[in-house]
């Protein structure tokens, strides 16, 4: 088995830091694809302190491939493309490869690159991440998937207050690759994300678009525990009656809006 050495891995870095991208004379296999996920979120921002471990927003990256991969490039073009739908891809700033990518597999662990040419917080905005194998380590070799396989999480930190939808797309200048332990790089098939912005019901602090218990105990703990994480939809949202304070008031509304389905004040 052939995989590349870590000179050969620094090269690639920066090409890719420089913007170069690989030219390939034939169509992707069907075999060799990613797949980022599509969803529906509620429009907010990251609750307190930005850190490489949380964001608001997290988007799946899944992989099909046909061989063993020691390299992966996924440029990114995110598009809004109705009602003004955007979210930013997540600090801290400088923007590092943690920062916006979360690994969920143990393969491509060698080295990590991420790339920001423009990038303006505002829409059409690119950024490209990139990660490869260590050459002395078999086991950072991501193995052939027929079936989809979740390898990376894009994180963003704040989906803006417009409803609408937004896309996660490649981009016309830059390819999605794999590069197998030829090591040959391959071109793949591509399938966008696309993110639903639109408003949660109030009073559903988990984003699951619906009022459920679950909702009931992030509110007691908003209230309660100076502690605990604040729900996704922020502090603020476990104000229900719109008196300026968090308290017990707000947590019998939860109750009546869940079990009795009674509407909120205000």
């Known amino acids: 088995m052939m995989i590349k050495r870590p000179a050969a891995i620094a090269a690639r870095v920066v090409l890719f830091l420089l913007g170069a991208s690989s030219a390939f004379s034939q169509p992707p296999d069907p075999r060799d694809s990613v797949i980022l996920e599509s969803k529906t979120v ?14 608001y927003l997290y988007v799946k990256v ?7 991969l020691i390299y992966m490039v996924l440029p990114v073009e995110v598009t809004s493309t109705s009602g ?6 997540a600090c801290p700033c400088p923007r590092n490869f943690f920062g916006v990518v979360n690994p969920l597999t143990n393969t491509f662990r060698y080295f990590t690159a991420v790339g920001f040419p423009n990038y303006d917080n505002n829409s059409p905005d690119f950024f490209s991440v990139a990660a490869g194998a ?19 999480e894009l994180k963003f930190d704040t989906v803006r207050a417009a409803t609408g939808t937004f896309d996660l797309d490649s981009s016309a200048n830059w390819y999605v690759y794999f590069t197998n332990t030829v ?4 071109r793949v098939n591509f399938l966008k994300s696309v993110i639903t912005v639109v408003q949660a019901p109030k009073g559903d602090l988990n984003l699951d678009f619906s009022l459920t218990a679950a909702d009931i105990v992030l509110l007691i703990n908003c209230t309660f525990c100076d502690t605990c994480s604040p729900p996704l939809t922020g502090v603020a949202a476990c ?3 719109c008196d300026g304070t968090r308290s017990a008031a707000d947590i019998v509304l939860e109750i009546y809006a869940v079990f009795l389905f009674r509407p909120f004040p205000c």
């Open 134 to 152: 260590d050459g002395v380590d078999p086991s950072t070799i991501e193995p052939p998937n027929a079936t989809r396989k979740a390898v990376w």
């Open 42 to 55: 509620a429009p907010g921002a990251h609750p307190g302190a930005v850190t490489d471990t949380a964001s």
């Open 183 to 186: 090591p040959q790089d391959v």
């Open 62 to 68: 899944f992989i099909t491939n046909k061989d063993s």
């Open 84 to 89: 003004g739908a955007y979210a930013i891809v």
């Open 239 to 241: 104000d229900l009656n």
